[in-house]
């Protein structure tokens, strides 16, 4: 049997677990009141739930007897915040999101949630625990942390949660990749906070927290009824929130399904808030199980309750032994989707409560009895006992009952769909929604169409494509932004070029392509434009990088004015002014359509100062600023703020074209180089990831009423006047 009751014996143990929990929840707020008092209310005060924050498995049913009393604390006025940490369970795309917390009930009662998040499990290999480490990336520890940490800011943002980072080992903090992670997702964070993330969600998982304290230790059910039909639910691709029973009268008018994963031992109040939904109708409710079947007043149990409770023609089984759920002929076809949509590598759930193949659930979660219908029904266990029903509610509400719940996703889609929720994106897909935040995790690199539930401006801060990334300064700046999750196409006209650049650019990640084309050669340009685009579906930043230097249009100390070779005047020009020009032209087009972009341009000091001798390199970036204004402009006014156009003025920075002139072959300064630098108040040349913050700026969100800007990086230079 999976529940204490029936007998003196059994109603004592559940009583023991009631009074170990409320016990635990007494300590806690002694405390809490304690620190309060003693600092006249100046102190904020929290609760941390360690690994236990989360759906309980029931394989440590004391996890489960400490949710049990947590609406005790989240009542106390001394306790201002809770907390806890990812789950073990929860780590890796193969596994589940970690948002099984259930916030509403927090937010209800005016409390915040922190999530600790564990970092030394997913940068290091090895420590030792018997839980190993998550497989977001197998090849690369560092890389695959990344992308975890940007699916958990992510979440976090839109939940309002406040994230920290700790680890077991002391010096996890050193590592410089981990430092440079936790640093670019505070400044994500930080950028979210400032957009509204009211929850868009439409589904709601209801678990009884108070029945934790009725359920053997032996029993195994709970897990397939609340941590994996949570996962189950998740991969629905619609955001899904979790939500305690007793708070079921608070539901949003928003919520188009409710699904009531545990209520078998409610309290007697909130057995009567979920028949008053039942009353209610006007939206699907499915429930799970055998809803009130322990009266936890008396600790008698009552097999006819689920029936009486639904409307449904429900019993309790006589077969004890265990059984798998199957689908019937009708729903055969829909959980095939799934199988079809499973990308990934192998599941590590499969044997720890996934059902196997051709099964909809594990015969090791089978509940003892479990609740069963007579005739055809459109779920079943293999040895034919029915185990769903349905009929309607009023409103145009349906409910539907599930004896077990069925762990597939196809099958939930299914009836999300007929209760007329919006699904953002396909099969497998983990989705969190708010107003202005909407967080997407795939299963897999690929195309995916995302849809949203109305006609939005779609800003997505890491795509980007660079043309000049076989350069120096254009190169450095592409990694960067590989390296921080954007999708990096790597274009310029040599081949080689290109090659070389991918072959580091794959060091960092897997997410970049190459594209050969030259920046003067409009057809070549449209036919790289339109494969990129054929590939990635959107391009949403095109960073300028091309141009150069070309020594014959310079005049010499020693040269007449007049002596310029205006062939390489023109050279010079067309090679930076016009592969500014062309590459923003054929791109817009894109931009336009999207009602989206962003274009970076490479500008220079030479475009706003007389620099000696520099003739056509100085006409040509001036031209470069001023192209970037007027585009600026023309863009603003005919498509809308959703496009803009910027450009960083590097000051100087050693590069393959200026190196010689910079530098001598001792490395140090030449004479023009020390007189650069003697009027940069920096003192010295710039290094290239010294623009990376500048490009970043300009093709993120924190600049969206930026457009027609020149930015400079020079330490200085612009602002010195020498004296």
């Not at 008092?37 to 941390?48: F, I, K, N, P, Q």
């Not at 509400?397 to 939930?412: D, E, H, K, Q, T």
Request: charged share 20%; aromatic share 8%.
């Amino acid at each position: 049997m999976d529940f204490h009751g029936g007998s003196e014996t059994e109603n004592l143990t559940a009583a023991y677990n009631q009074f170990e929990s409320h016990l635990n929840a007494a300590v806690v707020n002694r405390f809490a009141r304690a620190v309060k008092e003693e600092t006249a209310g100046r102190s904020l005060v929290g609760c941390h739930y360690g690994c236990l924050f989360v759906l309980a498995d029931t394989i440590s049913q004391g996890r489960g007897r400490i949710m049990s009393s947590l609406t005790d604390v989240l009542d106390s006025p001394y306790i201002d915040f809770v907390a806890g940490v990812i789950a073990p369970k929860h780590w890796g795309l193969n596994s589940h999101d970690i948002y099984s917390v259930p916030f509403e009930a927090i937010g209800l009662r005016g409390k915040h949630y922190m999530l600790s998040n564990d970092h030394t499990f997913h940068v290091t290999p090895g420590v030792g625990l018997p839980w190993g480490n998550p497989v977001f990336d197998p090849d690369n520890v560092v890389r695959g942390d990344r992308y975890m940490q940007q699916r958990v800011i992510a979440n976090a943002a839109i939940h309002g949660v406040s994230p920290h980072w700790f680890g077991l080992r002391p010096t996890w903090w050193a590592s410089k990749p981990t430092a440079d992670t936790i640093a670019e997702m505070t400044e994500v964070f930080n950028r979210a906070a400032a957009l509204d993330a009211t929850s868009l969600d439409e589904v709601a998982l209801v678990v009884d927290h108070t029945g934790y304290d009725w359920l053997q230790d032996k029993a195994r059910f709970l897990r397939s009824n609340s941590l994996l039909l949570y996962r189950t639910l998740q991969r629905t691709g619609a955001p899904l929130s979790t939500w305690l029973l007793t708070d079921i009268d608070k539901l949003p008018s928003r919520i188009r399904m409710v699904v009531v994963g545990f209520a078998d031992a409610p309290r007697a109040e909130d057995l009567a808030k979920l028949r008053n939904l039942i009353a209610q109708g006007g939206r699907t409710i499915a429930v799970i199980g055998r809803p009130g079947l322990v009266d936890t007043r008396t600790g008698d149990w009552h097999p006819e309750a689920p029936a009486e409770l639904l409307g449904l023609p429900i019993r309790l089984s006589e077969d004890r032994e265990k059984a798998a759920l199957v689908a019937g002929p009708e729903q055969k076809g829909i959980a095939d989707r799934y199988r079809e949509a499973n990308y990934g590598s192998p599941d590590p759930w499969v044997g720890m409560g996934l059902p196997k193949e051709g099964f909809l659930s594990d015969r090791d979660l089978s509940p003892v009895p479990r609740a069963v219908v007579d005739g055809p029904s459109k779920l079943q266990f293999e040895n034919g006992e029915g185990a769903f029903a349905e009929r309607p509610l009023d409103g145009g509400g349906r409910l539907l009952w599930c004896s077990v719940p069925p762990l597939n996703s196809a099958i939930w889609r299914h009836w999300l769909e007929e209760a007329g929720v919006h699904f953002y994106a396909p099969l497998n897909y983990f989705v969190h929604a708010g107003k202005e935040l909407v967080s997407i995790t795939a299963p897999e690199t690929g195309k995916a169409v995302i849809r949203f539930p109305e006609a939005v401006r779609v800003k997505d801060l890491f795509d980007a494509s660079a043309t000049g990334a076989t350069g120096v300064l254009a190169g450095s700046a592409a990694r960067y932004l590989q390296a921080r999750g954007a999708r990096v196409v790597y274009l310029g006209r040599s081949e080689e070029k290109v090659a070389r650049a991918l072959e580091e650019a794959r060091r960092i990640s897997p997410d970049c392509e190459g594209a050969v084309a030259d920046v003067l050669d409009r057809a070549a340009l449209e036919t790289a434009r339109d494969e990129l685009l054929r590939r990635t579906g959107r391009i949403d930043v095109l960073i300028n990088g091309a141009g150069g230097h070309v020594p014959k249009s310079n005049v010499t100390p020693s040269e007449a004015v007049d002596a310029v070779d205006i062939g390489a005047f023109d050279e010079v020009i067309r090679l930076n002014l016009q592969g500014t020009v062309l590459p923003s032209l054929v791109f817009a087009k894109v931009f336009r359509q999207q009602s989206a972009g962003t274009v970076v341009n490479f500008s220079s000091m030479a475009a706003t100062l007389a620099i000696t001798r520099a003739l056509g390199y100085s006409a040509a970036k001036a031209g470069v600023e001023n192209f970037t204004r007027w585009l600026a402009v023309e863009l603003a006014l005919k498509y809308g703020e959703g496009l803009r156009v910027n450009a960083v003025a590097p000051g100087f920075f050693v590069t393959a074209q200026n190196r010689s002139l910079l530098l001598g072959g001792d490395g140090l300064p030449t004479p023009r180089g020390r007189q650069v630098i003697s009027r940069t108040p920096f003192g010295r040349f710039g290094h290239p990831e010294e623009l990376h913050g500048a490009i970043h700026y300009l093709i993120s969100d924190a600049s969206r009423f930026v457009t027609g800007t020149v930015l400079p990086v020079d330490g200085g230079f612009l602002a010195y006047s020498g004296v």
